[in-house]
């Protein structure tokens, strides 16, 4: 399993305003506790790029009530949703250098640090979503994200994004060969490509604010993505057939920087390591609320949802993704799915 080293090139500069807000330096100020004593408060600051009712925003306002709970109060963390403090590239930038403490990213950017952490987007990974996050969620996961090691960059937990299925304007997709002839966006990444020509489909890699007008004049015939963001992108307007086979689920990831991290307690160290694991379940149920919200709309909208409940074809579809990526990740496909 290896480590990647990560040299900082360039440095982003956040606005004043919001630099301002934060500190070069967390803010301490004195509360009292629940025993009355007065405590030294250390305010911390957490990046989140999604809304303030987004269920990662709901997972991290859940974990830093529990850090200043398990801490006694030593420890206050301010959320920034909405991408106040800037894209994901930029605040991973700033979380290695110390100035931002805390972050919500996907796990996919994370691979440029860590090329194990990639196996998370292999297809049809895990059998179901139980097996998934009590994988994620134990020593197999820790385990993972100790991979960051050496990229100023320490792993707390996982957090959920759902699953990602096929959506188009043409036709339902019942099997494999359904795909055939259609041009699927993507993400720009060799294995999203990958995947999708390996069920016999053409990808194309497209920015996502493109995909709605690309679909509509036929530019496209797809895409793919989880329940809520098919839903509140509107592609579910456009491209009427949504086949439910959860071929992809990347998690996000909860982060801290290695300079926080280095000055804190192994007491606080744990604290903060139990408070991210409890805050799973949290954001888990807010991701499976919105999910259902969203198919809920989708469904009276009239959209055809195609159930698949044996993902075997599409499993043997994908081998020869697993055949040119199963050396690299073969260590951590057997961890994870044995």
Not at 193 to 199: R, S
Request: net charge negative.
């Amino acid at each position: 399993m290896n480590k990647k080293a990560v040299t900082i090139s360039s440095v982003m500069f956040l606005p004043a305003m919001i630099l301002a807000a934060c500190g070069d330096e967390e803010v301490t100020e004195l509360n009292g506790n629940e025993t009355g004593e007065d405590v030294e408060t250390v305010t911390l600051t957490l990046a989140e790029n999604h809304p303030e009712d987004y269920p990662t925003t709901i997972g991290n306002l859940e974990f830093a009530r529990l850090v200043e709970e398990k801490t006694d109060g030593r420890y206050e963390i301010d959320v920034f949703a909405g991408g106040q403090l800037g894209e994901e590239s930029e605040v991973l930038e700033q979380v290695q250098l110390g100035t931002i403490e805390l972050a919500r990213v996907n796990a996919i950017p994370l691979t440029q640090f860590s090329d194990d952490i990639g196996v998370l987007s292999m297809p049809y990974l895990f059998e179901d979503e139980d097996e998934k996050w009590e994988k994620l969620t134990g020593e197999v996961g820790q385990e993972l994200l100790g991979t960051l090691d050496g990229s100023n960059l320490v792993g707390l937990t996982f957090y959920d994004s759902g699953e990602r299925s096929f959506y188009n304007t043409e036709r339902p997709l019942e099997t494999p060969e359904d795909m055939e002839g259609l041009q699927i966006r993507v993400q720009s990444s060799d294995l999203a490509i990958d995947i999708v020509e390996a069920l016999g489909a053409s990808a194309t890699p497209m920015e996502y604010g493109e995909v709605y007008s690309a679909m509509q004049t036929g530019v496209i015939d797809g895409a793919e993505n989880n329940f809520p963001s098919y839903y509140t992108s509107n592609h579910y307007e456009v491209a009427n057939y949504f086949t439910v086979n959860g071929y992809q689920g990347t998690p996000e990831v909860l982060l801290a920087s290695q300079s926080l991290w280095d000055e804190l307690s192994d007491e606080d160290k744990q604290a903060f390591q139990e408070a991210a694991l409890e805050s799973v379940e949290v954001q888990r149920e807010a991701w499976a609320e919105l999910t259902e919200e969203a198919r809920a709309a989708v469904e009276e909208n009239g959209n055809e949802l195609i159930e698949v409940d044996d993902i075997t074809p599409w499993r043997e579809a994908v081998q020869p993704v697993y055949d040119n990526y199963g050396e690299q990740y073969a260590d951590w496909i057997e961890a994870l799915t044995e």
